[in-house]
T-cell receptor, first 113, second 114 residues
């Protein structure tokens, strides 16, 4: 059972468009929500992260929106570029754990030139 | 900047053989995490070590074992390999067991069991 549900599985956007990836969780003990970008054959790289006491965080073209009551969070990529084409994983870390990541199932993003 | 180093990058083993994967964390990082990523799958947590002691255990088969050494590098030992063990194995390191922002992944070891 996937503890962090991610959608869509794949996403195709035009260059300059907005890419939106959504995640939902059930466990209210999660207290940290990072997003990772992964290119083929490479390890996941931290993109941006948010804690549940913040509703939005923006870093450059990347924005996380967090809805604590709905237990949902999303990644928005503004002005999407072909170089953004990669697999994106949302993740969560459980409060009081050894800080291991629980990943969503991933979204394959393709940005068309 | 120094990153997490994993070796080997690629490994091909036959069924029932043994494999050892190595991970060298970022200097001064005392926590190591191991993840397994099957084809088209999300990474699954296997095991973690903090200050050379096992800190948590995930979906790691009994055929696998791991340890963290005095220099903080870690090794994942896999015995009686099965075809289903073919995957990318990632190591990540962080400081003070904090994970989160301090999490850095290596480039992984691709294990193919034939």
């Amino acid at each position: 059972q996937q503890q962090v549900k991610q959608s869509p599985q794949s996403l195709i956007v035009q260059k300059g468009g907005i890419s939106i990836i959504n995640c939902a969780y059930e466990n209210t003990a999660f207290d940290y929500f990072p997003w990772y970008q992964q290119f083929p054959g490479k390890g996941p790289a931290l993109l941006i992260a948010i804690r549940p006491d913040v509703s939005e965080k923006k870093e450059g073209r990347f924005t996380i929106s967090f809805n604590k009551s709905a237990k949902q969070f999303s990644l928005h990529i503004m002005d999407s570029q072909p170089g953004d084409s990669a697999t994106y994983f949302c993740a969560a870390i459980h409060r009081g754990s050894a800080r291991q990541l629980t990943f969503g199932s991933g979204t394959q993003l393709t940005v068309l030139p | 900047a120094a990153g997490v180093i994993q070796s080997p990058r690629h490994l091909i083993k036959e069924k029932r053989e043994t494999a050892t994967l190595k991970c060298y964390p970022i200097p001064r990082h005392d926590t190591v995490y191991w993840y397994q990523q099957g084809p088209g799958q999300d990474p699954q947590f296997l095991i973690s070590f903090y200050e050379k002691m096992q800190s948590d255990k995930g979906s790691i088969p009994d055929r696998f074992s791991a340890q963290q050494f005095s220099d903080y590098h870690s090794e994942l030992n896999m015995s009686s390999l099965e075809l289903g063990d073919s995957a990318l194995y990632f190591c990540a390191s962080s400081a003070d067991g904090q994970g989160g922002d301090g999490y850095t992944f290596g480039s992984g070891t691709r294990l193919t069991v034939v």
